[in-house]
């Protein structure tokens, strides 16, 4: 084991307890399996998505600075499970600390701004990171290898990154922005063989579904095609909106490029947690609208 347990402020955001609950669930399951401890931020508010910046730069840095002072408050780490909150947040908590550097008064109008609402002033003590990170630098693959009860041999998974996790920050200091390994190095850790793909860094055409339905599942099945034709058993993503684009659409999906998929896509969470011997039902496979069994069946825990 680590050192010592591992405790973080959990941000789960509000995908992983609504649409995607299983993401939640297997999250909660894999921590408490691993020996990380979760503290959840139950007066954390929405990141966003992006949005609140169309409106205002302010909007979006005022809410979020809010979310990180109350890990700072608790003098722990932000953990997020969602790629968009990682991008998102982590953003805000970089452009805040430059400006804490480069334009003071920025950061005094934000912080009079929670101050006046009863909320702790944002301090810049700590750090946002996905659990992804979380799991590959903090708690470490030879660890992780060590608690693997289920090998996932013969499981060929293809990973999608997305963007947000890789590219929403200026600074990657966990991974390569253009050529990222991390979720292929916990695929080999567990087993499994990972696939390569041109698609697994790309968008998955979330961010257009609401206003170019058309084109944001074209993309989606370009990159599941892409998968498939490489030879994956399943995709495998951190963030669950690319998980809705490419799960919960994926019926959509294939009536727009004219073409049968059925690829099953994971939750990070999700995949890892079988190899600790996790039993399928304790982590919403079931949820799913691309069956996960033949996944559970080439493992044999059908």
């Given amino acids: 084991m680590p ?3 591992l405790k973080y402020a959990y941000f789960p955001g509000c ?13 909660q399951a894999l921590t408490q399996a691993l020996g990380i401890e979760l503290v959840e931020l139950k007066k954390a508010a929405c990141c966003g998505s992006g949005t609140f910046k169309e409106d205002s730069q302010l909007l979006e840095d005022t809410v979020n600075a809010r979310n990180i002072a109350l890990a700072e408050e608790l003098n722990l780490t932000l953990l997020t499970h969602c790629s968009t909150c990682q991008g998102v947040i982590g953003h805000v908590d970089e452009r805040l600390k430059q400006a804490a550097q480069k334009d003071p008064q920025y950061i005094e109008k934000v912080n009079s701004l929670l101050v006046t609402e009863g909320c702790s002033p944002y301090r810049g003590t700590t750090e946002v990171k996905h659990l992804l990170y979380a799991l590959v630098t903090d708690y470490g693959l030879e660890e992780i290898q060590r608690r693997v009860t289920k090998s996932l041999q013969g499981l060929k998974c293809a990973a999608f990154y997305g963007c947000y996790l890789l590219r929403a920050q200026s600074s990657m200091p966990y991974d390569d922005p253009v050529r990222p390994e991390a979720m292929e190095n916990v695929f080999r850790t567990i087993g499994a063989t990972p696939v390569y793909y041109r698609g697994r860094t790309q968008c998955c055409g979330w961010p257009l579904a609401s206003y170019a339905t058309t084109e944001s599942f074209k993309m989606a099945g370009i990159h599941i095609t892409e998968a498939i034709s490489q030879g994956a ?3 495998v993503t951190p963030c669950p909106l690319c998980h809705l684009n490419l799960d919960s659409r994926q019926p959509e999906v294939e ?7 059925g690829l099953p ?3 990070l969470s999700q995949l890892i947690a079988l190899s600790l011997g996790i039993p399928p039902k304790q982590l919403g496979l079931e949820r799913h609208i691309v069956s996960t069994k033949p996944i559970l ?3 044999g825990m059908a």
């Avoid at 009536?255 to 998929?261: E, T, W």
């Fill in 3 to 5: 050192a010592q347990t």
């Fill in 15 to 27: 995908v992983a307890q609504g649409a995607c609950k299983e993401l939640y669930q297997s999250t």
């Fill in 233 to 235: 058993d399943c995709l």
């Fill in 255 to 261: 009536k727009v490029i004219g073409k049968k998929l």
């Fill in 265 to 267: 896509v994971l939750h």
């Fill in 297 to 299: 069946e080439k493992l």
